[in-house]
Antibody
Framework: EVQLVESGGGLVQPGGSLRLSCAAS????????MHWVRQVPGKGLVWVSR????????TYADSVKGRFTISRDNAKNTLHLQMNSLRAEDTAVYYC???????????WGQGTLVTVSS | QSALTQPASVSGSPGQSITISCTGT?????????VSWYQQHPGKAPKVIIY???KRPSGVSNRFSGSKSGNTASLTISGLQAEDEADYYC??????????FGGGTKLTVL
């Protein structure tokens, strides 16, 4: 059974940093592109970042470019999102998702809440 | 990277059909056949119900169908059931390995 479990969320002050993790199991993690998608509570989904299967290529939404870094450890079946210079508007539930194809995010984690507040 | 445009809400009675639109541009919806639709119940993770514009994942009811014309994609739910009440989001590949989601549509089953 495919499982994605996020962790690392919490309360952080503006300007601070946080590192999210997504533990994957039930599939060959190293074969799939992975994504982070966020959702402000009560609002819509917003694509954040994507990384290719071997970690050599990443892309970001303009809103996080230069502040967030996506990475992966295929030996540990884990996806990461390093978030620096956090702002109040980064407050959201962060989901990791597996990409099956360009048009399909087929599995999602349950999300981890990041709150940026003083 | 502007969000795709969806109606904020739609409603229908059990047994009826509803359609949710998703409007983008020629750089996303109109440029690729990589539109997907996700259903999200409160407090839950999104679940894919349509991908590649018209395809249904295994296990998803055939009451859900997708289509696209130009820069607008559509999700149709036929034979509305109470459990269909949820938020629905469209998504599209937007080129250069970026993706974009719609703002979401709240479906109310009356």
């Amino acid at each position: 059974e495919v499982q994605l479990v996020e962790s690392g969320g919490g309360l952080v002050q503006p300007g601070g940093s946080l590192r999210l993790s997504c533990a994957a199991s039930g599939f060959t993690f190293s074969s799939y592109w992975m994504h982070w998608v966020r959702q402000v509570p009560g609002k819509g989904l917003v694509w954040v970042s994507r990384i290719n299967s071997d970690g050599s290529s990443a892309t970001y939404a303009d809103s996080v470019k230069g502040r967030f870094t996506i990475s992966r450890d295929n030996a540990k079946n884990t996806l990461h999102l390093q978030m620096n210079s956090l702002r109040a508007e980064d407050t959201a539930v962060y989901y990791c998702a597996r990409q099956y194809s360009y048009g399909l995010f087929d599995y999602w984690g349950q999300g981890t809440l990041v709150t940026v507040s003083s | 990277q502007s969000a795709l445009t969806q109606p904020a809400s739609v409603s229908g009675s059990p047994g009826q059909s509803i359609t949710i639109s998703c409007t983008g541009t020629s750089s996303d919806v109109g440029g690729y056949n990589y539109v997907s639709w996700y259903q999200q119940h409160p407090g839950k993770a999104p679940k894919v119900i349509i991908y590649d514009v018209t395809k249904r994942p295994s296990g998803v009811s055939n009451r859900f169908s997708g289509s696209k014309s130009g820069n607008t994609a559509s999700l149709t739910i036929s034979g509305l059931q109470a459990e269909d009440e949820a938020d629905y989001y469209c998504s599209s590949y937007a080129g250069s390995n970026t993706w974009v989601f719609g703002g979401g549509t709240k479906l109310t089953v009356l």
